[in-house]
DNA sequence: TCATAAAATGCCACCGGTGGCACACATGTT
DNA sequence: AACATGTGTGCCACCGGTGGCATTTTATGA
């Protein structure tokens, strides 16, 4: 078990100061090509790679990003997790987890301390906690660099990254009408969510274009849980007449709806089409296989690790514009034309 | 924004020397009692928490745990990283992600780099990277901390958190037996896994030891995967006579399983019963549902987390044999008692 | 009451880097 | 030749803690 080896040792080995080889490191313009080449070699066969904390210590940085959410959706963080981390890793930093509970009287100084006490350079915040303005504002107030990951545009470009679930919404709501359906219900999520009113408003919007108002007792809000989509299809599928389409604010609760539809003898797609939000693990496997959204997940992380890094390294952010990713339609089995 | 304050600002607003402060954050017992409060009471006041650099750049500690893995199950990964984090923040440490790919040439020195460039005090290792030895060996070459998460006892009780895979399949096939199963079939993973090997063994053994042999065309090796499962089971379905049972490896096989029985008009569980293991999000959502095996993997993180710590902190570990956590079938739908 | 041990506290160097500034030297300008 | 300018490099303090040891205070025993 060797040592690590310190700038001291390279400083040494190669006959200069340490601060010389600390602007090697650090890619200063100021040095000249013999001697930074001659430091470069003694850097390499030593193996020898900054100490991030002795570094951060100087410089207050910590060289980690943090990851703040409050997010039931295992595959969804693990995305989004893999996507910063592949940015991550390119510019030099390790990502800190730090899951909380963003209705807990101390979530905002939770995630204070959190960044605070081990000098995280900057953090990516997820839905639905990146939706707290209170937090933001905190962040802001103790000069922590943040961007979001959100439904809406909530903050500046700089802070922010953007799915625009509406336009999908909407998309979705063409292609039903566009399969001949006239009658759509839908079961939204928790209406204190910018996302859900997105996506509601992405659907009923559209609809209202094309000259169909969907009726209030075919719109119902759910919780997003499965079994809350379990208990919302039964609210809808008793009606008469029954609705021809349940769109479902994720598929969670579609897969209720297939469920409930199951147990009532409902055939899907044949006698009602249904549709989801998220392209789960099981939207593809569920039988029948589950109409959804696909939101770019993975590229929207990386997104915002990129925007995070132009942050902290204060580098002017090139594609300022770029903070807008679009979800897609997946077309699978519960979704089908009109027959009759 | 007010700046964070220091051990010097707590020092001199309660009249000690820093040194004495620190004594104080560390629960160092040499500390009168009323200087230990008075110093307390600025701490507190002024929200003062030790900055994790600082601290680490002094006694080369960095409160970083990292978490290694090369897991494609993300609720697996989910389940984990909360359990870790449960003791992780109880006792001050953040925890720090790196997936990997452990058959990449580069997978241990990219881990070993990992480590030491942010001084990561501790690893733990996640399976199926956990089950790469040369990996155990260098992370113990380099004198750095991990405990690994198997399914197998491969290492040292402090280096291990162990799940008795084998011991919750031989419970499975005691079940399926006293179902009144004689025929049983087994998707196996890839057998270059310990956990396959083990779970695997786990029923045939007991199945021997219950006086039934499962002849060769009986066991497949499947890949894990939800297509893989597919293809297993159309393997098996085809033979005559057809197969009472298929245990697969995990849920997505089984999955699998099922998604063939039902285009092969195969009623499940009337016809055929089939298991799994993980209990998975969608185990339990499934038509049928799935009999599974579910692991207490928040649990097992926790533990291995504690070990960890105590590895760290050098502390003795109390209990150092409580290291096996067993498994626990969970029945469901699928399998049901032989009636013919 | 005083020597002596034990407990409480302080002093200073150090961890491994970076920032600010001084300085040496080469070059360009008048 | 004298001076300004720019480039390359070194020195030293400092970031916020901890370790080792010296020193002071308090408790203990004879």
Redesign the interface.
């Known amino acids: 078990?060797e040592k690590?080896p310190t700038i001291n040792d390279v400083a040494r080995l190669s006959g200069v100061s340490k601060r010389t080889v600390s602007r090697v490191i650090n890619g200063a313009t100021n040095v000249g090509a013999a001697t930074r080449e001659r430091i470069q070699k003694v850097i390499d066969e030593l193996g020898f790679?900054p100490?991030?904390?002795?570094r951060?210590?100087a410089a207050s940085r910590?060289?980690?990003i943090g990851l703040i959410y409050d997010n039931p959706d295992?595959?969804y963080?693990?995305?989004v997790?893999?996507g910063v981390?592949s940015v991550c890793s390119e510019k030099g930093y390790?990502?800190?987890?730090?899951?909380c509970h963003y209705r807990g009287d101390d979530f905002i100084s939770n995630c204070i301390?959190?960044v605070?006490?081990?000098?995280i350079d900057g953090v990516i915040v997820l839905p639905p906690a990146s939706e707290a303005n209170e937090l933001a504002k905190a962040l802001q107030?103790?000069?922590i660099n943040y961007v979001r990951m959100a439904s809406v545009k909530i903050d500046e470009q700089e802070n922010i990254v953007v799915s625009d679930d509406r336009a999908a919404l909407s998309d979705m709501a063409r292609y039903l009408v566009s399969l001949g359906h006239k009658d759509i219900a839908i079961i939204s999520g928790p209406k204190h969510y910018y996302s859900t009113v997105e996506r509601l408003e992405g659907i009923t919007h559209t609809l209202a274009e094309l000259g169909m108002t969907v009726p209030p007792e075919r719109i119902i809000e759910g919780k997003n849980s499965?079994e809350s989509g379990i208990e919302c299809a039964r609210t809808l599928l008793i009606q008469t007449p029954r609705p021809q389409v349940i769109v479902a604010n994720n598929d969670e609760m579609a897969?209720g709806v297939l469920?409930v539809a199951?147990e009532m003898g409902i055939d899907v797609p044949g006698e009602l089409s249904v549709a989801g939000f998220d392209d789960n693990?099981?939207a593809s496997?569920?039988?029948p296989s589950l109409t959804t959204v696909q939101r770019p997940v993975v590229a929207m992380a990386g997104l915002a690790a990129k925007k995070i890094v132009a942050l902290i390294e204060n580098k002017p952010t090139e594609d300022v514009d770029d903070y807008i990713v679009k979800p897609h339609l997946i077309i699978r089995e519960s979704t089908r034309k009109v027959t009759k």
């Open positions: 078990m690590k790679s100490d991030k904390q002795a951060g210590l910590s060289y980690l295992a595959l963080i693990d995305q997790q893999r981390l390790e990502l800190v987890v730090h899951p301390n959190f605070r006490r081990s000098n107030n103790h000069g499965y897969a469920k199951h693990l099981f496997r569920v039988i």
